[in-house]
Protein backbone atom coordinates (compact mmCIF):
# COMPACT_ATOMS: atom_id res chain seq x y z
CA UNK A 1 0.00 0.00 0.00
CA UNK A 2 1.20 3.58 -0.87
CA UNK A 3 1.99 6.07 1.96
CA UNK A 4 2.79 9.46 2.41
CA UNK A 5 4.59 11.40 5.40
CA UNK A 6 5.14 15.05 6.44
CA UNK A 7 7.16 15.04 9.07
CA UNK A 8 7.18 18.68 9.69
CA UNK A 9 3.57 19.56 11.40
CA UNK A 10 4.40 23.20 11.61
CA UNK A 11 6.95 25.03 10.12
CA UNK A 12 7.91 28.84 10.58
CA UNK A 13 9.97 31.16 8.08
CA UNK A 14 10.22 35.02 7.81
CA UNK A 15 9.02 36.71 4.76
CA UNK A 16 11.75 36.56 1.96
CA UNK A 17 13.64 33.40 3.54
CA UNK A 18 13.73 30.24 1.38
CA UNK A 19 11.46 27.50 2.17
CA UNK A 20 11.63 23.92 1.98
CA UNK A 21 8.75 21.86 3.07
CA UNK A 22 9.99 17.37 3.35
CA UNK A 23 7.57 14.73 1.89
CA UNK A 24 8.54 11.38 1.96
CA UNK A 25 6.23 8.64 0.27
CA UNK A 26 6.28 4.87 0.00
CA UNK A 27 5.56 3.02 -2.84
CA UNK A 28 6.93 -0.05 -4.62
CA UNK A 29 6.97 1.40 -8.52
CA UNK A 30 7.42 4.78 -9.57
CA UNK A 31 4.64 7.03 -8.37
CA UNK A 32 2.70 9.94 -9.19
CA UNK A 33 3.42 13.12 -6.98
CA UNK A 34 1.36 16.02 -5.89
CA UNK A 35 1.91 18.69 -3.46
CA UNK A 36 -1.28 20.68 -2.85
CA UNK A 37 -2.15 24.03 -0.96
CA UNK A 38 -4.86 24.50 1.12
CA UNK A 39 -5.43 28.16 2.25
CA UNK A 40 -7.85 28.96 5.60
CA UNK A 41 -11.73 28.08 4.77
CA UNK A 42 -10.72 27.30 1.53
CA UNK A 43 -10.37 23.84 -0.92
CA UNK A 44 -7.20 22.16 -1.50
CA UNK A 45 -5.34 23.34 -4.85
CA UNK A 46 -2.73 21.44 -7.17
CA UNK A 47 0.61 23.33 -6.90
CA UNK A 48 2.63 21.21 -9.11
CA UNK A 49 3.03 17.34 -10.17
CA UNK A 50 5.34 14.61 -10.78
CA UNK A 51 4.82 12.00 -13.21
CA UNK A 52 8.30 11.19 -14.55
CA UNK A 53 10.72 12.45 -16.74
CA UNK A 54 12.44 15.73 -14.90
CA UNK A 55 13.13 15.46 -11.62
CA UNK A 56 13.00 18.97 -11.34
CA UNK A 57 9.16 20.08 -11.75
CA UNK A 58 8.29 23.88 -11.49
CA UNK A 59 4.63 24.53 -10.40
CA UNK A 60 2.46 28.18 -9.86
CA UNK A 61 2.93 30.60 -7.42
CA UNK A 62 6.66 30.07 -7.69
CA UNK A 63 7.37 26.93 -6.37
CA UNK A 64 9.19 24.05 -7.30
CA UNK A 65 9.57 20.56 -5.77
CA UNK A 66 12.23 17.62 -6.73
CA UNK A 67 11.76 13.84 -6.83
CA UNK A 68 14.71 11.77 -5.43
CA UNK A 69 13.98 7.89 -5.67
CA UNK A 70 17.20 6.92 -3.87
CA UNK A 71 15.53 9.07 -0.70
CA UNK A 72 11.72 8.17 -1.43
CA UNK A 73 11.44 12.50 -1.06
CA UNK A 74 9.18 14.83 -2.60
CA UNK A 75 10.31 17.98 -1.65
CA UNK A 76 8.94 21.14 -1.79
CA UNK A 77 10.75 24.31 -2.02
CA UNK A 78 10.37 28.19 -2.66
CA UNK A 79 13.37 30.44 -2.96
CA UNK A 80 12.19 33.55 -1.23
CA UNK A 81 8.77 33.21 0.56
CA UNK A 82 5.84 35.88 0.86
CA UNK A 83 3.00 36.82 3.07
CA UNK A 84 0.28 35.24 1.22
CA UNK A 85 2.12 31.90 1.12
CA UNK A 86 1.07 31.02 4.53
CA UNK A 87 -1.54 28.14 4.01
CA UNK A 88 -1.06 24.46 4.55
CA UNK A 89 0.73 22.13 2.41
CA UNK A 90 -0.43 18.75 1.68
CA UNK A 91 1.66 15.88 -0.37
CA UNK A 92 -0.12 13.31 -2.51
CA UNK A 93 0.69 10.10 -3.94
CA UNK A 94 -1.11 8.39 -6.52
CA UNK A 95 -0.64 5.25 -8.21
CA UNK A 96 -1.76 3.48 -11.70
CA UNK A 97 -2.63 0.33 -10.17
CA UNK A 98 -4.57 2.07 -7.50
CA UNK A 99 -7.18 3.22 -10.06
CA UNK A 100 -7.06 7.16 -9.43
CA UNK A 101 -6.94 7.29 -5.96
CA UNK A 102 -4.26 9.04 -4.00
CA UNK A 103 -2.85 9.12 -0.69
CA UNK A 104 -2.49 12.44 1.36
CA UNK A 105 0.14 13.15 3.71
CA UNK A 106 -1.24 14.79 7.56
CA UNK A 107 -0.12 18.26 5.65
CA UNK A 108 2.38 21.18 7.04
CA UNK A 109 1.07 24.32 8.19
CA UNK A 110 3.12 27.34 7.25
CA UNK A 111 3.33 30.61 8.81
CA UNK A 112 5.62 33.57 7.53
CA UNK A 113 6.56 35.88 9.79
CA UNK A 114 7.11 39.63 8.49
CA UNK B 1 -16.57 27.30 -15.50
CA UNK B 2 -17.20 26.92 -12.19
CA UNK B 3 -15.03 23.91 -11.36
CA UNK B 4 -16.47 21.63 -8.70
CA UNK B 5 -19.60 23.19 -6.50
CA UNK B 6 -20.81 21.99 -3.07
CA UNK B 7 -23.73 22.77 -1.08
CA UNK B 8 -24.35 23.44 1.52
CA UNK B 9 -21.49 25.40 2.72
CA UNK B 10 -22.58 25.01 6.18
CA UNK B 11 -25.11 22.52 7.85
CA UNK B 12 -25.63 21.69 11.49
CA UNK B 13 -27.49 18.51 12.65
CA UNK B 14 -28.77 17.51 15.48
CA UNK B 15 -27.58 13.41 16.25
CA UNK B 16 -29.71 11.30 13.96
CA UNK B 17 -30.98 13.17 11.25
CA UNK B 18 -30.13 12.59 7.88
CA UNK B 19 -28.74 14.97 5.17
CA UNK B 20 -27.38 14.63 1.95
CA UNK B 21 -24.07 16.87 0.70
CA UNK B 22 -24.21 17.38 -3.09
CA UNK B 23 -21.64 18.15 -5.47
CA UNK B 24 -21.09 18.63 -8.53
CA UNK B 25 -18.22 19.45 -11.39
CA UNK B 26 -18.69 20.74 -15.08
CA UNK B 27 -15.08 19.98 -16.09
CA UNK B 28 -16.26 16.79 -17.98
CA UNK B 29 -14.07 14.70 -15.41
CA UNK B 30 -14.58 10.79 -15.13
CA UNK B 31 -13.75 10.60 -11.44
CA UNK B 32 -15.27 12.22 -8.14
CA UNK B 33 -14.38 11.43 -4.82
CA UNK B 34 -15.80 12.65 -1.09
CA UNK B 35 -12.88 13.37 1.44
CA UNK B 36 -13.24 14.07 4.81
CA UNK B 37 -10.71 16.36 6.73
CA UNK B 38 -10.22 16.48 10.90
CA UNK B 39 -7.57 18.05 12.42
CA UNK B 40 -4.40 16.42 12.29
CA UNK B 41 -5.29 13.76 10.09
CA UNK B 42 -5.41 15.17 6.60
CA UNK B 43 -7.36 14.10 4.27
CA UNK B 44 -9.41 10.54 4.60
CA UNK B 45 -11.20 9.18 1.23
CA UNK B 46 -14.75 8.68 2.15
CA UNK B 47 -15.76 7.08 -1.49
CA UNK B 48 -14.80 7.11 -4.82
CA UNK B 49 -16.59 6.68 -8.22
CA UNK B 50 -14.46 5.91 -11.83
CA UNK B 51 -17.04 6.67 -13.59
CA UNK B 52 -20.60 7.13 -13.72
CA UNK B 53 -22.12 4.16 -12.31
CA UNK B 54 -19.55 3.23 -10.47
CA UNK B 55 -18.75 3.66 -6.80
CA UNK B 56 -16.43 2.12 -4.27
CA UNK B 57 -15.06 2.49 -0.19
CA UNK B 58 -12.05 4.17 0.61
CA UNK B 59 -10.75 4.19 3.86
CA UNK B 60 -13.53 5.58 6.17
CA UNK B 61 -17.13 4.66 4.43
CA UNK B 62 -19.06 3.60 7.38
CA UNK B 63 -21.80 5.88 8.52
CA UNK B 64 -21.65 7.44 4.82
CA UNK B 65 -23.45 6.47 1.71
CA UNK B 66 -23.15 7.88 -2.38
CA UNK B 67 -24.90 8.46 -5.45
CA UNK B 68 -23.03 9.08 -8.46
CA UNK B 69 -26.28 10.18 -10.26
CA UNK B 70 -24.77 11.12 -13.72
CA UNK B 71 -21.11 12.23 -15.21
CA UNK B 72 -21.78 15.81 -13.14
CA UNK B 73 -22.83 14.51 -10.11
CA UNK B 74 -21.80 12.61 -6.71
CA UNK B 75 -23.82 12.95 -3.73
CA UNK B 76 -22.71 11.88 -0.22
CA UNK B 77 -25.63 11.06 2.17
CA UNK B 78 -25.36 10.78 5.95
CA UNK B 79 -28.16 8.27 7.04
CA UNK B 80 -28.30 8.66 10.78
CA UNK B 81 -25.42 11.73 11.56
CA UNK B 82 -23.47 10.86 14.59
CA UNK B 83 -21.15 13.31 16.63
CA UNK B 84 -17.91 11.85 15.20
CA UNK B 85 -19.60 12.64 12.05
CA UNK B 86 -18.14 16.13 12.75
CA UNK B 87 -16.03 17.65 9.47
CA UNK B 88 -15.18 19.22 7.21
CA UNK B 89 -16.22 17.63 4.02
CA UNK B 90 -14.48 17.79 0.29
CA UNK B 91 -15.66 16.59 -2.97
CA UNK B 92 -13.03 16.48 -5.69
CA UNK B 93 -13.01 15.29 -9.38
CA UNK B 94 -9.98 14.01 -11.66
CA UNK B 95 -9.30 12.93 -14.53
CA UNK B 96 -7.93 9.05 -13.56
CA UNK B 97 -5.55 9.03 -16.27
CA UNK B 98 -3.66 11.86 -14.57
CA UNK B 99 -4.84 11.69 -11.17
CA UNK B 100 -4.61 15.21 -9.88
CA UNK B 101 -7.48 16.77 -8.46
CA UNK B 102 -9.40 19.43 -8.42
CA UNK B 103 -11.66 20.77 -4.92
CA UNK B 104 -14.59 22.01 -3.92
CA UNK B 105 -14.86 24.82 -1.33
CA UNK B 106 -16.05 22.13 1.61
CA UNK B 107 -18.91 22.00 3.86
CA UNK B 108 -18.28 22.55 6.98
CA UNK B 109 -20.94 19.85 9.44
CA UNK B 110 -21.16 20.09 12.60
CA UNK B 111 -23.00 17.25 14.57
CA UNK B 112 -24.68 18.14 18.18
Known amino acids: AQSVTQPDIHITVSEGASLELRCNYS??????LFWYVQSPGQGLQLLLKYFSGDTLVQGIKGFEAEFKRSQSSFNLRKPSVHWSDAAEYFCAVGAYTNAGKSTFGDGTTLTVKP | NAGVTQTPKFQVLKTGQSMTLQCAQD?????MYWYRQDPGMGLRLIYYSASEGTTDKGEVPNGYNVSRLNKREFSLRLESAAPSQTSVYFCASGLAVSYEQYFGPGTRLTVT
Open chain 2, 27 to 31: MNHNS
Open chain 1, 27 to 32: YGATPY
